[in-house]
């Protein structure tokens, strides 16, 4: 699967790794850095959502509306 990048700004969105420490649990969410990308009116997004795997949170970004 191959990230998009902003519609807007041409940036990359981040994807970021969280990993329960207690019981291993690892979700994926998706976050587009406001400083690098200022002016851009989807700066500082990030998703509510938890994906289970990798494949999901890309597929969420590459179906945004």
């Known amino acids: 699967m191959k990230e998009l990048k902003c519609p807007f700004c041409g940036g990359k969105i981040h994807i970021i ?12 969410g998706l976050h587009h850095d406001m ?4 002016r851009c009116v989807l700066a500082g ?9 990798l494949e999901q949170a890309i597929d ?3 179906q945004r509306a």
């Open 17 to 28: 790794k969280k990993e329960c420490l207690s019981n291993g649990f690892v979700s994926y």
């Open 35 to 38: 400083f690098d990308h200022a």
């Open 60 to 62: 969420e970004w590459n």
């Open 45 to 53: 997004f990030t998703t509510q959502n938890a994906y289970e795997t």
